[in-house]
């Protein structure tokens, strides 16, 4: 795990990243249902469906797999690339956000007369200097050796702590992971916060699980260190990987299950920064917080104490030796990418292809854009959102969203297991609830970072350091409310507790997401579940721990929390009976607020969608009702094919069911799904109305 990161309290549609950013508490105000939807039926042309036909599967019945009757055809005729671990709807999107972005940086790239420091110049010399590989073979270990000497030098465990804090921001895996945040029981601060680290691997599991997939990963692992050492021109790698592997095993047998992670109030414990020796004794804690440039906080906010308190015995019982050349090795790690072809390949071999299953490197114009929108994100997310985002679309996702509002708000008050006093303060919040679409109102300022052209590694360096020193800014000042997590050319969407804010960045806003050309029921299926799954986070079993201004708080009745959590245990053993392989089934604890934000989504989008009819029926389009449209709509936007290596990793870490799990769990337990399609027992989706989930 990266040792300096910004926010582990998001929660996006996809895995992606992190987006602890601040809300805009001005409160849209509420519209009705049916005064905007997102029909288009003042072009003069017919609507089209918005329903990819070419992708159906006629010879599976829709009552026994829903998912692949109406993707099946396209799981059939799409082959997963070799230099990809996933397809699909998703994926496609990001190619093509991908090829946009190449196309603008292209156009820079192109010019040599750039004015010095100004935006244009970062993004054209950034991917430039990845882009020059001849350049980067000619530097070979030069540009990372400082940071290496460093290590070098290490005369003492003090020193050890120094390094930790004063260069974890660096991505160089380290057991202390430090982020500023928004304090969850205090949401008009930020906090600096401590999260588990030290692991190269995934997972606690790949270390400690006896199975024959596991234990060929370490093997790899293991032969891996060696041979970076070995390619970096160091000597003792082997006797190093051993070192290395036995020291993050014993860090791994601290680390809390993602399941116990996910846990907003056990992860919340606020230690007086002068209390931290009593988590452990043989540590530097003043010396880590002062190199780490956070000193002066009164208190820290520790995610997994126990985690804490075996790190102190792990480095106590360790050698300094021990630590720097784990040190080595993860920095070689983390600067691979950056490096000379032979630790690249060797690093993509490894970590891409033996444990993800990719077969093939991305082209490097591909990785050259990856760099610039992980370093530049917003710099060309505004060149993006002027070349590809109309305003009509935000308009029109504006409307869907507060009718969407519209219809969470009727759905709460008709629920018939919550006490009026827990509707009341449900209302509140979600009227409080924050929507972002597109893009910021106000961007990152650049200006301080510098770029140039020869000098990737320097660039990377001061990038991160950039990234650092803006986040370790924040504390003591003001909730930066305009701030977004994603970049507009991301796609993905997320919801933030501490600022109760739902984020729809422009890149998602397409096809089959949301179609400006499409009938309302597809739209409503697609991006509409979209934005009721982001509103489900705020009602899950984490995001509803939080209040309407983001503070860490029950408001439940006692008997109404008892209701609630009853229906979200029947949903974790619906979805831990889905097999994804015959000897693995979905994590049913791990995904359970992924869960209830899909049955959330889907359901709302409904109500929303027929609210959206003010009382008329639904045109036959392709001589489909508009239910089934609705229903087909949200299946074909988790339509996706991954290798098996990268299934298997992601069930393991990952908090999403795979896709056609999404489709099918949250469809099996809504009453009008059975009646769009003639779902009867014996049906394979059947569920008893008794066991069918109902939430919000």
């Given at each position: 795990?990266?040792?300096?990161?910004?926010?582990?309290?998001?929660?996006?549609?996809l895995?992606?990243?992190?987006?602890?950013?601040?809300?805009?508490?001005?409160?849209?105000?509420q519209?009705?249902?049916?005064?905007?939807?997102?029909?288009v039926?003042e072009?003069p042309?017919?609507?089209?469906?918005?329903?990819?036909l070419?992708?159906?599967?006629?010879?599976?019945?829709?009552?026994?797999?829903?998912?692949?009757?109406?993707?099946?055809?396209?799981?059939?005729?799409?082959?997963?690339?070799?230099?990809?671990?996933s397809i699909?709807?998703?994926?496609?999107?990001?190619?093509?956000a991908?090829?946009?972005?190449?196309?603008?940086?292209?156009?820079?790239?192109?010019?040599?007369?750039?004015?010095?420091?100004?935006?244009?110049?970062?993004?054209?010399?950034?991917?430039?200097?990845?882009?020059?590989?001849?350049?980067?073979?000619?530097?070979?270990?030069?540009?990372?050796?400082?940071?290496?000497d460093?290590?070098?030098e290490i005369?003492?465990?003090?020193?050890?702590?120094?390094?930790?804090?004063?260069?974890?921001?660096?991505g160089?895996?380290?057991?202390?992971?430090?982020w500023?945040g928004?304090d969850?029981?205090?949401s008009?601060?930020?906090?600096?916060?401590?999260w588990?680290?030290?692991?190269?691997l995934?997972?606690?599991?790949?270390?400690?699980?006896?199975?024959e997939?596991?234990?060929?990963?370490?093997?790899?692992?293991?032969?891996?260190i060696?041979?970076?050492?070995?390619?970096?021109?160091?000597?003792?790698?082997?006797?190093?990987?051993?070192?290395?592997?036995?020291l993050?095993?014993?860090?791994?047998?601290?680390?809390?299950?993602?399941?116990?992670?996910?846990?907003?109030?056990?992860?919340?414990?606020?230690?007086?920064?002068?209390?931290?020796t009593?988590?452990?004794?043989?540590?530097?804690w003043?010396?880590?917080?002062?190199?780490?440039g956070?000193?002066?906080q009164?208190?820290?906010?520790?995610?997994?104490?126990?985690?804490?308190?075996?790190?102190?015995?792990v480095?106590?019982?360790?050698?300094v030796?021990?630590?720097k050349q784990?040190?080595?090795?993860?920095?070689?790690?983390?600067?691979?990418?950056?490096?000379?072809?032979a630790?690249?390949?060797?690093?993509f071999?490894?970590?891409?292809k033996q444990?993800?299953?990719?077969?093939?490197?991305?082209?490097?114009?591909k990785?050259?854009?990856?760099?610039v929108n992980?370093?530049?994100?917003?710099?060309?997310?505004k060149?993006?959102?002027?070349?590809?985002?109309?305003?009509?679309?935000?308009?029109?996702?504006?409307?869907?969203v507060?009718?969407?509002?519209?219809?969470?708000?009727?759905?709460?008050?008709?629920?018939?297991?919550m006490?009026?006093?827990?509707?009341?303060?449900?209302?509140?919040?979600?009227?409080?609830?924050?929507?972002?679409?597109?893009y910021?109102?106000?961007?990152?300022?650049?200006?301080?970072?510098?770029?140039?052209?020869?000098?990737l590694?320097?660039?990377i360096?001061?990038a991160?350091k950039?990234?650092?020193?803006?986040?370790?800014?924040?504390?003591?000042?003001?909730?930066?409310?305009?701030?977004?997590?994603?970049t507009?050319?991301?796609?993905?969407?997320?919801?933030?507790?501490?600022?109760?804010?739902?984020?729809f960045?422009?890149a998602?806003?397409q096809?089959?997401?949301f179609?400006?050309a499409?009938?309302?029921?597809?739209?409503?299926?697609?991006?509409?579940?979209?934005?009721?799954?982001?509103?489900?986070?705020?009602?899950?079993?984490?995001?509803?721990?939080?209040?309407?201004?983001?503070?860490?708080?029950?408001?439940?009745?006692?008997n109404d929390?008892?209701?609630?959590?009853?229906r979200?245990?029947?949903?974790?053993?619906q979805?831990?009976?889905?097999?994804?392989?015959?000897?693995l089934?979905?994590?049913?604890?791990?995904?359970?607020?992924e869960?209830i934000g899909?049955?959330?989504g889907?359901?709302?989008?409904?109500?929303?969608?027929?609210?959206?009819?003010?009382?008329?029926?639904a045109?036959?389009i392709?001589?489909?009702?508009?239910?089934?449209?609705?229903?087909?709509?949200?299946?074909?936007?988790?339509?996706?094919?991954?290798?098996?290596?990268a299934?298997?990793?992601?069930?393991?870490?990952?908090?999403?069911?795979?896709?056609?799990?999404?489709?099918?769990?949250?469809?099996?337990?809504?009453?009008e799904?059975?009646q769009?399609?003639?779902?009867?027992?014996?049906?394979?989706?059947y569920?008893?109305?008794?066991?069918?989930?109902?939430?919000?």
């Amino acid at each position: 795990m990266k040792s300096f990161f910004t926010g582990a309290m998001c929660m996006p549609l996809l895995l992606l990243g992190a987006c602890d950013q601040a809300p805009d508490n001005s409160v849209p105000s509420q519209v009705n249902p049916a005064a905007e939807t997102l029909s288009v039926k003042e072009a003069p042309v017919a609507i089209a469906s918005g329903i990819e036909l070419t992708n159906f599967d006629t010879s599976v019945r829709p009552q026994d797999n829903f998912y692949r009757y109406v993707n099946g055809a396209w799981l059939a005729n799409n082959e997963i690339p070799a230099d990809k671990t996933s397809i699909g709807s998703f994926y496609d999107l990001r190619d093509a956000a991908d090829e946009d972005v190449k196309q603008l940086i292209a156009t820079l790239a192109k010019q040599t007369d750039l004015q010095a420091g100004s935006d244009e110049q970062k993004v054209a010399d950034l991917y430039r200097s990845f882009m020059d590989t001849e350049l980067i073979e000619a530097a070979g270990m030069q540009p990372i050796q400082p940071v290496l000497d460093i290590i070098n030098e290490i005369e003492d465990k003090d020193g050890l702590a120094k390094f930790f804090g004063e260069y974890g921001y660096l991505g160089i895996t380290n057991p202390l992971g430090v982020w500023i945040g928004i304090d969850a029981k205090e949401s008009t601060r930020y906090a600096a916060h401590i999260w588990q680290g030290g692991l190269g691997l995934p997972d606690q599991d790949y270390y400690l699980n006896d199975g024959e997939r596991f234990a060929k990963l370490r093997d790899g692992y293991v032969a891996h260190i060696a041979k970076m050492y070995e390619l970096a021109g160091l000597s003792g790698g082997a006797e190093a990987a051993t070192a290395i592997m036995a020291l993050e095993t014993s860090l791994a047998k601290h680390h809390w299950t993602r399941v116990e992670s996910r846990d907003s109030e056990k992860r919340y414990n606020k230690y007086a920064t002068e209390k931290l020796t009593e988590l452990s004794d043989k540590f530097a804690w003043q010396t880590f917080l002062q190199a780490q440039g956070i000193e002066d906080q009164a208190t820290i906010i520790i995610n997994q104490p126990s985690f804490i308190e075996g790190f102190g015995k792990v480095f106590a019982a360790s050698s300094v030796d021990d630590w720097k050349q784990f040190l080595t090795f993860h920095t070689l790690s983390a600067f691979a990418s950056y490096l000379p072809a032979a630790l690249d390949a060797e690093d993509f071999d490894f970590f891409s292809k033996q444990l993800s299953g990719r077969q093939e490197e991305r082209e490097r114009w591909k990785r050259g854009v990856a760099v610039v929108n992980s370093n530049l994100g917003e710099v060309i997310g505004k060149v993006y959102v002027d070349a590809h985002f109309k305003p009509e679309a935000k308009s029109r996702m504006t409307g869907l969203v507060e009718n969407l509002r519209s219809a969470y708000a009727q759905s709460i008050n008709r629920l018939d297991w919550m006490s009026s006093e827990t509707k009341q303060a449900a209302q509140v919040k979600l009227a409080a609830f924050t929507p972002k679409i597109g893009y910021p109102d106000q961007w990152q300022d650049y200006s301080a970072l510098t770029i140039r052209d020869n000098d990737l590694v320097g660039n990377i360096m001061r990038a991160k350091k950039f990234s650092e020193q803006q986040e370790i800014d924040k504390l003591g000042g003001p909730i930066k409310k305009w701030e977004w997590g994603m970049t507009p050319q991301t796609v993905n969407a997320y919801y933030s507790p501490t600022r109760n804010e739902i984020v729809f960045p422009a890149a998602i806003l397409q096809p089959p997401f949301f179609n400006m050309a499409a009938d309302d029921a597809v739209n409503y299926g697609g991006i509409g579940a979209v934005i009721g799954h982001e509103m489900g986070h705020g009602f899950d079993d984490q995001g509803s721990k939080y209040d309407a201004d983001g503070n860490l708080r029950n408001w439940w009745t006692e008997n109404d929390l008892a209701e609630f959590q009853k229906r979200g245990i029947n949903l974790v053993e619906q979805y831990a009976g889905y097999k994804v392989f015959d000897d693995l089934n979905v994590n049913g604890e791990l995904t359970l607020g992924e869960n209830i934000g899909d049955l959330s989504g889907v359901t709302i989008a409904y109500k929303a969608y027929h609210a959206s009819l003010q009382g008329k029926p639904a045109p036959i389009i392709d001589g489909l009702t508009g239910d089934q449209r609705f229903f087909i709509g949200f299946a074909q936007i988790w339509r996706s094919k991954i290798v098996e290596e990268a299934m298997r990793n992601r069930v393991a870490t990952d908090p999403h069911s795979p896709g056609e799990f999404r489709a099918l769990g949250a469809l099996s337990n809504m009453d009008e799904f059975y009646q769009a399609f003639d779902v009867k027992e014996g049906d394979a989706m059947y569920l008893p109305p008794a066991q069918r989930v109902k939430i919000w």
